[in-house]
């Protein structure tokens, strides 16, 4: 029996999918599941959902939760990490405050000054959580969730060196797009994706021995298609890989796109042609945190309709790897995924030491990472920009290097195409002051 803890189980979102795919998985059906959070309310609703997970389909799995976090990782075989620290009251600062100064984020949850505080209240949180597991599990794998992304799993390569892999569905979702634009079955296709988190490319897409661009070039020249993803389509156009995080996100880590508010709404949103398309809105400033703000609103009566059977969770596990990569660990039968992981000579020209998104098989062995050699140079260029940012943000997170939060902002690459130097270091100012109650090392 494998003990599974949620570490943030009352991000609905997560926990319901995860779950879901757990107890769907037949070797993962007796796990023991710890959920754990800081707020008793939904930790409560997310208990009674997976226990009703566990009745309705008459499984030998059980569930706890606790709002005590080494009580919910002793002796646990995998924490899987979904919390997000300050909630929505720092989310909404990082994307207000910025906007005063012209910082138009959609998401702000990875790169951006919003990236760069998330990951300031995230990384002490992390590392906390890793002193525990060295006490409580040594032997447990962590999983981690929570954006953003590298600089996160960067910090606990250095900071701790606990075993954990980053894990994102970006490369899923894609390669499942882009299969459908180029009119070819999902399970046919093979693919070669390499990069950094949100800014991986898919560097080889084939059916068998067939290069399915040809297919994907033709596909980006219908209106239909362009409306989809103007802007990756763009950086596909210029930079010649199709990139795997969506065009609101991806707007936000290069300075094309987001110069001014006048350009968000006049030039990018309408990009998105269907305005009923949550993209449309996502590409907006703010896009994001109104669609977690509505959905905080609505969370009591989504997960009451799951427990009363009014909505249904899908029979069929998700396309998220988490589960498959249990399994695969459990039972050591190969899995193939995409996971972030330290650079260690796996993307040959970027920095040693950075996090990476590669391919990984994974077994009872572990996460085995495969070695990808150099990307084109313009793509690992694109990735050094972002890179140059999570190395001061963590940095600045385990040296408690006030320093290093300006210089993160200031390389930040739409931050640096929108304000001088002298308004970062006042926004910076700004998010510090705003932001003590959950960066007490940089208080004033």
Known sequence: MAKITLIGAGSYVFTRNLCNDILLTPALQDSHITLMDIDPVRLSWARD????LIDRRGLKATVEATTDRREAVTEADYVITTFQQGGLAAYELDIEIPRKYGVEQCVGDTLGPGGVFRALRTIPVLLDLCDDLDELAPDALILNYVNPMAANCWAINY???RPNVGLCHSVQGTSEMLARWAGVPYE???FLCAGINHQ????EFRRGKEDLYPKLWEAIEKEEIYAEEPVRIDLMKYFGYFVTESSGHASEYVPYFRKTAKMVEEELSPRFKNPADHWFDFARTGGYLRHCQQTAQSLEKEFKEVLEGVRTLSNVRSHEYGSA??????TNRPAKINGNVPNDGLITNLPDGCTVEVPCLVDASGIQPVVVGDLPPQL????????NVQELIVEAALNGNRDAVYHAVMLDPLTAAVCTLPQIHAMVDEMLEAQQQWLPEFAF
Not at 49 to 52: F, R
Not at 200 to 203: E, G, M, P, R, T
Not at 325 to 330: F, R, V
Not at 380 to 387: D, E, H
């Open 49 to 52: 959902l997976v226990q009703a």
């Open 159 to 161: 900071g701790s060196g």
């Open 380 to 387: 690992a260029a694109l990735n050094r920009t972002n890179i």
């Open 200 to 203: 991986s490319f898919f560097l």
């Open 188 to 190: 046919e296709v093979n």
């Open 325 to 330: 990569i249990i399994e695969a660990i459990e």
